[in-house]
Every structure is written in C-alpha cells, then in structure tokens.
C-alpha cells in the first residue's frame, strides 16, 4: 500500500444544522432564507445558523438579526429556545443523537461536534472490494460525488473558454468519470478505495436523510484532516472526493488557517516564523527546520501534513466526552453581585443535574469532575480561569456552591461585602 493513502476515512458534516432542524419542526421554513438567533434583546437576536438561501443575501453566522434583515427582508428568524433565562440546545443535541444513531450502522464513527462524525471505512472498503471482481465503480453510484481537482484542466489555455462556460452538475460528472478512469482496473490501486468509501458513504447519506429528513456533507480522503477539508468544498447536500494527488494543486492556494488545528495560535506562528501564507509554502522546508522551530513533534507532524500525510486515528467514541454548560453576561449585563452570580450558578447547576441525569440513564454512565470556569470583563479567552473539584452527587444545590466556593478565590471585594 502506498505511504500515506494507506485508510479510507469520512467526515459528514450536517448542512446548516441547526436551520435544518428547525426547519424540520416549522415546515414553513423549508426552503426560505432564515437563520436561527439567539435572544431577543439586542438588534433582534445574533445569528447562530444560516440556510443556504439566507447566505446568497450576504447573511453571515454573528450578525444582528436585524442587521441581516437589511440584506434580505423576506428574512424568517426561529429563535432558540430558552429556559432557566438562558439559551436550551436539547433539541440540537437530540438532533444529533438520532444522526449520529444511523451513521453508526454504516461504520464505527468518532463524533466531532454537534454536529459532524468521522469514520473509518478501511475495512468496510476492503470488504466490498472483494466483491468488486472488475474493479469498476458504476458513476451512478456517485451521483452527489466531486472529486477534486478534477476534470483535469486541458493543457492548453486557449481551450479551456467553452469548459468554464459549462455547469457545475456537467463539470461534476466529467470530473468523477475522468478520476474513475485512472483508478478502476488497477489492481490494489489505493485511490479506487477512495471511490468504494465514496458509494458507503453516499449510502449512509441517503439513510441519514430518509430517516431524519436532514442533508449532509462528506469528504473522503485518507485521513481526518484531508476529509475535514475535502468536506468543505462542495456544500450543501454534495460530498468530495480528495485524493493525494491533488493536493499539491490545493495546498498552492489553501491558507494555513482552513487546515484543521491550524485555524489558531499554531497557525499563526506559522505564518509568522516561516513567513508562508498557503499550505504549500511549508514543503520547502525540511522536517530539521520545522521541528526547530515548533519542537520534534509538531515539526514531524506539519512536514507530513503540508505533503497530505496525517496519521491521526479514528477514535471509536458516540458520546462527548464532557456535559457542560454556560452564560454570557456582555457589557452592562455583567454580574456585580454576590447573589447575581449565585444565583446563575444556580441556574447552570440545574441544567446540568438534568442533563447528567438523563445521560445517566440513556448511557449508563456517571461523571466524576466538575470543571468551573468563568470570564471577567476585558478577557479575551472564553475562560480565563477553570479549576475543578470532585462531583460526588448529581444535585443542583452542592454543584453550585461547590462552584461558588471555587470561583471565591478571585474575588476582590471583602468577604463581607455584597459586591
Ligand atoms: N453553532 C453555534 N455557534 C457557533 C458555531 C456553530 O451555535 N459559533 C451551531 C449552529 C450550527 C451548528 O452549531 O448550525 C453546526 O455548526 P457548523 O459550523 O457546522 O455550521 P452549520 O451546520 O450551521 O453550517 P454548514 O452548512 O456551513 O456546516
Ligand atoms: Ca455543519
Ligand atoms: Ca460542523
């Protein structure tokens, strides 16, 4: 097997999710321009998910409703839920429960987010190609397929004006039937295990639809961080194919930052210390340089990752690691008091006890640490401060003054004093 194409590996990424959802609870909102925002008190609510529709207007994640109403009047806004006076998710999460439920019958995944899983489909593949006697993969099967980087651009410019001219659906299929050309009939050809993940996963796409009524997104490429971008590329509804050698062509152009773990401070200090925009730019260094300047490990790991290479598992693993749960309180809303910041504790405290109870009985399991974090005024980190504590009980009244005791600490004001 060649170096580096050695698995088969998928991330499914809902499409808009929580509009999906929304949508899929108000049908009215099917097919509109609409965005979900959260609270109403300020400029009509901030976004948190926009449809499709909504984004040829210009509406982005983060604007005002009513800002966004401005670029699109016809905009519909559904609004989170809210108990306890702040925001409630449980309906996204159930959301998520009952996608990630049928994806788990295709393959063993590893969920990422709310709303996106990775999969191995290694084996899968290897057991289908068995079955495969020709080798051949019908296009048919790939009816929401792109593969980048394909069709090949013509060698010679001059020809390439009437193909631009041709719709995205034609440069699809030529695309698709040009990439299965070169890999079918190879025997032990590692890019045909490519094409086989891509018809699994177009199946658990169409099941994921059928049985929850949502679209999705998937790219399939040999590890996590090619299929994370390979995802991206054709959204909504579509899935990308993205096999190594196009990534040469890809990473020319890719900014550093859309490569997975690289979106933040890494990413930046690359772009600092090496002076390279793209992802490209890195494979002029050798792996000597970039281990001395961001440590053996890293170095080895970005000399693989700008050559496509990344050899990190899936990790078989349906639930979050973790059950939280937190406020915002911007600007003038910032608590002053004692009793305010009791008194959220509190709230937070009995989302939690409800929601570690359920999962309790649905999963059978029982947490053993509680985290607390907060944010002052002027910090820029979500959470400036987090310590934690053992949680011997799953009860509301001990979460919140064990949290209060802990959070105690950085207060500067007496004791005493109700500030
Ligand atoms: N979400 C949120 N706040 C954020 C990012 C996301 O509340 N800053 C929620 C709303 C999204 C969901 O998580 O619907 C999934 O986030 P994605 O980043 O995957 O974005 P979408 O699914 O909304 O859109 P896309 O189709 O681009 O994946
Ligand atoms: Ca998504
Ligand atoms: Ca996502």
Redesign the pocket.
């Known amino acids: 097997m060649d170096y580096g194409k050695e698995r088969v590996v998928a991330l499914v990424?809902?499409?808009?999710?929580?509009?999906?959802?929304e949508q899929r609870l108000n049908p009215a909102l099917k097919n509109t321009p609409c965005v979900?925002a959260?609270y109403k008190t300020w400029k009509g609510g901030g976004i948190?998910?926009?449809s499709?529709e909504a984004r040829a207007y210009g509406v982005t994640?983060?604007m005002w409703a009513d800002d966004a109403k401005k670029l699109c009047p016809d905009l519909q806004v559904a609004r989170?839920r809210e108990s306890r006076g702040k925001a409630d998710?449980t309906h996204?999460r159930d959301a998520s429960v009952e996608v990630i439920e049928v994806m788990s019958r295709f393959a063993v995944i590893e969920r990422a987010?709310?709303?996106?899983a990775y999969m191995d489909l290694t084996s899968a593949v290897q057991q289908r190609l068995k079955s495969l006697t020709d080798q051949q993969i019908d296009p048919q099967l790939l009816k929401t397929t792109h593969v980048q980087g394909y069709p090949e651009p013509p060698p010679h410019h001059e020809e390439s004006a009437p193909d631009a001219a041709t719709d995205k659906e034609e440069q699809r299929s030529k695309g698709l039937q040009q990439w299965l050309c070169s890999v079918s009939g190879v025997d032990g050809c590692a890019e045909l295990q490519l094409a086989v993940g891509a018809v699994i996963v177009e199946e658990m796409r169409a099941a994921v639809e059928e049985h929850t009524g949502f679209r999705c997104?998937a790219g399939i490429s040999h590890n996590k961080v090619l299929a994370k971008l390979a995802c991206?590329l054709n959204?909504?509804n579509r899935q990308t194919i993205l096999p190594l050698d196009s990534i040469p062509e890809l990473f020319n152009s890719l900014p550093i930052s859309k490569i997975r773990n690289l979106g933040g401070k890494l990413g930046a200090s690359i772009t600092e210390m090496l002076e390279v925009e793209n992802m490209g730019e890195l494979t002029r260094f050798s792996q000597a340089q970039l281990e001395q300047h961001f440590g053996d490990k890293t170095g080895q790991w970005l000399y693989d990752l700008c050559r496509g290479i990344d050899f990190e598992p899936v990790k078989p693993r349906q639930l979050p690691k973790s059950i939280g749960c937190s406020k915002n309180f911007p600007g003038k809303t910032s608590l002053v008091t004692r009793d305010q910041v009791q008194h959220w504790l509190y709230q937070l405290a009995l989302e939690l006890q409800e929601r570690l109870t359920k999962d309790r009985e649905m999963n059978g399991r029982v947490a053993k640490q509680l985290t607390v974090g907060i944010r002052q005024l002027g910090d820029k980190k979500p959470s400036s401060f987090s310590r934690c504590c053992a949680l011997a009980r799953y009860d509301a009244t001990k979460i919140s003054s064990d949290s209060f005791a802990i959070i105690k600490s950085l207060n500067t004001a007496g004791n005493h004093q109700a500030a």
């Open positions: 990424d809902m499409d808009c999710f929580y509009v999906q959802v979900v959260q948190i998910a926009v499709y994640r983060n989170v998710l996204y987010s709310i709303d996106e997104s991206g959204k909504p």
